[in-house]
């Protein structure tokens, strides 16, 4: 089903990218030169400029005269190089069945199986990016990557920018005819002040602007940007959280007006209602910059919809267009389903266990690592498609690991090793999300082998909120296996490797309490490098990863498969693994 | 027989001294329920529910040797054999794990057996007690145990062992207490009126007169006497205890995986009802339909033997 997918992909994205607006397109590759072929060698900058709009540091890219969309017009694009792995996923079954009870086509509604807790652009890091990406707008956008060093950023907000040779000072020149919500006009005072919200928050994913030292508007439609240290900023602003353009008029405003159903962003919609318990609903904001088109959506209902059996009714009688976390096995019958196309896209989302470093010797956490049945699991409850994780670094992503030396499930090694230490008949507590089969599942199958060799794994199933809330909390006394997803707040490894491993004096996402100094310098050097010498950041990256798999720090399970469920009533849908689980409604449209 | 049973309502024993063996007691009321199985063997429905209801304990009893799959039964996967429909060596399938259906269905039975008997026991030794003491005693001692027994009738009761559950954790044991607590005010208000019309009978006068303590008034006398609707409906319990704990467990506070729980089967297996894998949560949900049938027919039946002017009429 993928396969025939992706061999369509080219031509239907084209017809999806119709009603995109025009948008600025460039690529970046490891040395920031702006090749976007993947097999530039380590210092090559500037042999090749593959992209005529592609960015370079010391380079201007601007807006091309006629320029229908983002993908369509890249005349420096190479044609035929196939990405090692596909970037997105389109869907373009034909042949759908209309469903009379749909109405106009205008209407989408989005069975939504998390709670959307924050609204707060500036603080929300977790599911709200599926809302916050319809509202609100970022300077660029990723539209594309290939797993290796290049990724092709199209400007949203921004339509062109520069970088200075050592990617310290960035220049973004803002598009020109943008509005707010509240019609107030873009200005680069706007972009400054929003940024620094984040900043002056100190939440979410804040760090993620750590190189910021110092923004200023240079004109009217210009932003300067200057950096402590060299960093991708187009990359960074093209993250799913913390670098959203907020309004004046509602950047002062705080938290709770928010989260009261409050917003004013430049997005193709309007948030006109929220309700966590409920939906968020969304109306289209007829002064968009981008236009709009028949057959677009013009109303949007996300529907908290946690059961994915109800989720599963919904799309199957069309009253929800669109769904995602449902057991794997489901998605066969759904795709053999008139109506339904199932997307199975690339995917950047590691589901691993952090072990806890408090509780566990390092022992007992080898002993856990090589007890884990992951050849069981990848072929058995995902049906093949997912891959066994090398590291917490997707392999889909820049910076994964792909040689780094990973054990093969060894019940006898991990019995030798609990005997050894003295640990036999020991409970080892599993927390996981209650409602998520797949993570129950692999307990259970995790626990059948390791009672084989005297290890009782207990199950303890809890809300998210919940168990993060004890794990916070009490270290000492929490879990001992903390199993979570996660998936790129914006594509680096740093992302991953300091949110979840990087030493916290309150826990906060590093639930496995792990330190280790020199992983820490490791990932914060291989950060400062990741705008200039990509090979460099990269093999930085690689040599974290590897402390981490020689302290057992984490099981790493497997990079879960991106799949979800769209009624085809609908083209358009692009699967970006760089944006897990967003729909943008705004490049829908009716069949 | 049904002579037998007035006699015991006279007291006869008190007015003779009260000084009866305990083998005498029990074989007194042994006779009793002696009488009472001779008019349910009568009754088609009653044996027919009967035997749903003793291959649900043989079942639940003896599952590790009932089934070749045993392993699968204490949740060991078998992950070649997923999603299997009944067949010749699966009769009822294998659920997502690749575990035989039947064997989790038996290992299950073992988890509604334990929390039924344990929820209806522990409910009517409380229910017992509280209400013979609030009967007996009347007075302030009524006032409080009845305001009590009413705080905790207030609550909709799956509401409130959702609310124990919850607050201490999914496991076997703290669904019994879970489900007991919102289950055992039934049984007090029961007891407690049946005791009021009791007190005042001549056989407790009696007792009372010639200074039976009230320990033993209420231990001798009374509960013997309040006992028959009790069992009647801790039997008709049986079968709304095992449904409440299946409730329990669908939405995940019941025992944790990979003890075999029918609400766990139901809970999980749903998720492939849609897909066409009907047969996990389908066998599961009829299991406990039965089970919770049988015993509630079994307590009609009984209630029908116990009632002199329903006896004859036993189909």
Not at chain 2, 42 to 61: C, D, E, I, N, Q
Request: charged share 20%.
């Amino acid at each position: 089903m993928s396969e025939i997918k992706r061999l369509v992909f080219g031509g239907l994205l084209c017809v999806a990218t119709v009603a995109v607006p025009p948008l600025t397109a460039c690529s970046r590759d490891a040395d920031g030169s702006g090749a976007a072929n993947a097999a530039v060698e380590p210092g090559a900058a500037g042999q090749e400029t593959a992209a005529e709009f592609a960015p370079e540091p010391g380079g201007e890219f601007e807006e091309p005269a006629d320029s229908g969309s983002a993908q369509e017009d890249q005349p420096g694009e190479p044609p035929a190089a196939e990405p090692a792995v596909a970037p997105t996923t389109a869907v373009a079954s034909e042949g759908s069945r209309e469903n009379p009870r749909d109405g106009p086509g205008e209407h989408f509604v989005y069975a939504n199986p998390h709670v959307i807790g924050d609204l707060d652009p500036s603080s929300a890091f977790s599911s709200e990016h599926i809302v916050l990406q319809n509202v609100y707008e970022t300077l660029t956008r990723l539209t594309d990557h290939d797993g290796t060093t290049t990724e092709q950023l199209s400007g949203v907000l921004a339509e062109s920018w520069t970088a200075n040779d050592d990617a310290t000072v960035w220049t973004f020149t803002l598009r020109e005819g943008v509005t707010f919500h509240d019609g107030t006009a873009l200005t680069p005072q706007a972009v400054r002040d929003s940024l620094h919200r984040t900043i002056d928050l100190g939440l979410g994913a804040a760090f993620i602007l750590a190189p910021i030292e110092f923004m200023e508007a240079v004109d009217d439609r210009t932003i300067r940007f200057d950096l402590s240290y060299p960093a991708p900023l187009d990359l960074i602003m093209s993250a799913n959280f913390g670098v959203y353009v907020i309004s004046p008029n509602a950047v002062t405003q705080d938290n709770a007006w928010f989260n009261a159903g409050n917003a004013a962003g430049t997005g193709p919609y309007m948030l006109e209602s929220h309700d966590p318990a409920v939906s968020t609903r969304l109306v289209r904001y007829d002064d968009y910059w981008g236009g709009w088109s028949e057959g677009q959506v013009a109303t949007v209902d996300i529907r908290l919809t946690e059961d994915p059996v109800l989720a599963q009714q919904l799309i199957r009688n069309s009253d929800a267009h669109y769904t995602f976390n449902l057991p794997f096995d489901v998605y066969d019958s759904l795709a053999d389903r008139s109506g339904v196309d199932v997307v199975i896209g690339p995917s950047m989302i590691s589901l691993f266990g952090l072990l806890n470093t408090r509780r566990l010797s390092p022992e007992v956490r080898e002993a856990l690592v090589l007890s884990f049945p992951y050849d069981e699991i990848t072929a058995s409850l995902y049906g093949g498609r997912a891959v066994r994780s090398r590291g917490i670094v997707p392999q889909a992503m820049w910076g994964s690991h792909p040689e780094l030396e990973i054990p093969r499930t060894d019940l006898e090694a991990a019995s030798r090793l609990l005997d050894d230490a003295g640990m036999t008949d020991i409970s080892i507590i599993y927390s996981y999300d209650a409602g998520t089969i797949e993570q129950q599942q692999i307990g259970e199958v995790w626990k059948a082998g390791l009672a084989t060799i005297g290890v009782d794994l207990v199950l303890e199933p809890l809300t998210f909120d919940a168990r993060w809330a004890k794990a916070k909390a009490d270290p000492d006394g929490a879990q001992d296996v903390f199993v979570m997803f996660w998936f790129p707040t914006f594509v680096s490894p740093y992302d991953f490797l300091y949110s979840v491993f990087h030493t916290e004096e309150e826990p906060f996402f590093n639930l496995g309490y792990f330190s280790n100094g020199e992983f820490d310098t490791l990932i914060d050097e291989a950060d400062t490098l990741s705008g200039t010498d990509r090979y460099g950041a990269i093999e930085l990256f690689r040599r974290a990863q590897e402390i981490l798999v020689d302290e057992h720090a984490g099981v790493f399970m497997l990079d879960v498969p991106q799949a979800q469920a769209i009624r085809s009533e609908f083209r358009g849908f692009v699967s970006n693994p760089a944006y897990s689980q967003v729909v943008r409604f705004y490049e829908l449209h009716r069949r | 027989m049904a002579a037998r049973g007035r006699v015991r309502h006279f007291g006869c024993d008190a007015v003779r001294g009260g000084k009866r063996s305990a083998i005498q007691r029990w074989s007194g009321l042994l006779g009793t329920h002696g009488d009472a199985i001779w008019h349910y063997r009568r009754s088609r429905l009653g044996m027919v529910t009967a035997a749903v209801a003793l291959t649900f304990v043989v079942g639940a009893v003896f599952a590790p040797w009932l089934t070749p799959f045993a392993a699968a039964g204490r949740g060991v996967p078998d992950l070649s054999n997923r999603l299997r429909p009944p067949g010749a060596i699966h009769w009822l399938g294998t659920d997502e794990l690749g575990r035989d259906v039947l064997a989790r269905l038996l290992f299950g039975a073992r988890a509604s057996l334990v929390v039924a008997v344990g929820v209806v026991a522990l409910s009517v030794l409380v229910g017992v007690v509280v209400g013979a003491l609030s009967g007996y005693f009347g007075r302030w001692i009524d006032e409080v145990l009845m305001r009590i027994t009413d705080a905790f009738l207030a609550f909709p009761p799956l509401l409130l062992a959702v609310l124990v559950a919850a607050s201490l954790g999914a496991s076997l044991r703290n669904t019994v207490i879970a489900i007991s607590v919102s289950w055992w005010p039934w049984y007090a208000r029961q007891v407690r009126a049946q005791v009021l019309s009791l007190r005042t009978r001549p056989f407790i006068q009696a007792a009372q007169a010639i200074g039976a303590p009230s320990r033993r008034t209420i231990a001798v006398h009374i509960v013997p006497n309040v006992m028959a609707p009790v069992w009647v409906q801790a039997t008709a319990d049986i079968g709304a205890v095992v449904l409440t704990a299946a409730g329990l467990s669908f939405v995940g506070l019941g025992p944790r995986p990979p003890t075999a729980d029918w609400g766990v089967m139901i809970a999980d297996g749903r998720h492939y009802v849609l897909s066409g894998q009907w047969w996990i949560a389908g066998f599961a949900g009829l299991a406990v339909v039965v089970v919770a049938m049988a015993f509630n027919l079994i307590g009609d039946v009984m209630r029908d033997v116990a009632d002199p002017r329903t006896r004859g009429q036993l189909r």
